[in-house]
């Protein structure tokens, strides 16, 4: 198993960007908006994210991947973002989402996920609720 948190894997990459001390220094006196902006770009999915993510795969011999944090990071990270951008990197073992609220699929629309069970997504997904299955 190889367990990993978005929330831990965001401060890791602000570390080692060597930017993590500055964006807590000027959270306070900048506009969540700035910082919101700010993060999402030193975040992305596809440019830090995911290929953070790669090493770790690379490096922990897995069965399953357990991807945990995702109300942490909301809304600097979306976990849709981290889903459609993973499936190129995590093909070899099954990912599990940790998801703080409900996921509904509709023939109609597909999967849709609502974080909190409040902010709905629209965004199509390829994933299930592993609740409806037994082992």
Not at 14 to 38: M, P
Not at 44 to 58: N, S, T, Y
């Amino acid at each position: 198993m190889l367990d990993l948190n978005l929330f831990d894997i965001a401060l890791d990459i602000l570390s080692e960007r060597g930017i993590l001390e500055e964006v807590l220094e000027i959270e306070a006196d900048t506009s969540k908006g700035e910082i919101k902006e700010l993060l999402q770009g030193v975040l992305d999915p596809k440019a830090h994210l995911v290929p953070h993510i790669g090493k770790a795969i690379e490096a922990v011999p897995h069965d399953v991947i357990f991807l945990s944090g995702v109300g942490e990071v909301y809304p600097y990270i979306r976990s849709h973002n981290v889903l459609n951008n993973l499936q190129s990197t995590a093909k070899e073992a099954p990912t599990v989402l940790f998801f703080p609220g409900s996921y509904t699929h509709a023939l109609a629309t597909g999967a849709s996920l609502e974080l909190f069970g409040q902010l709905h997504d629209d965004k199509y997904y390829r994933a299930f609720n592993i609740l409806n299955y037994e082992v």
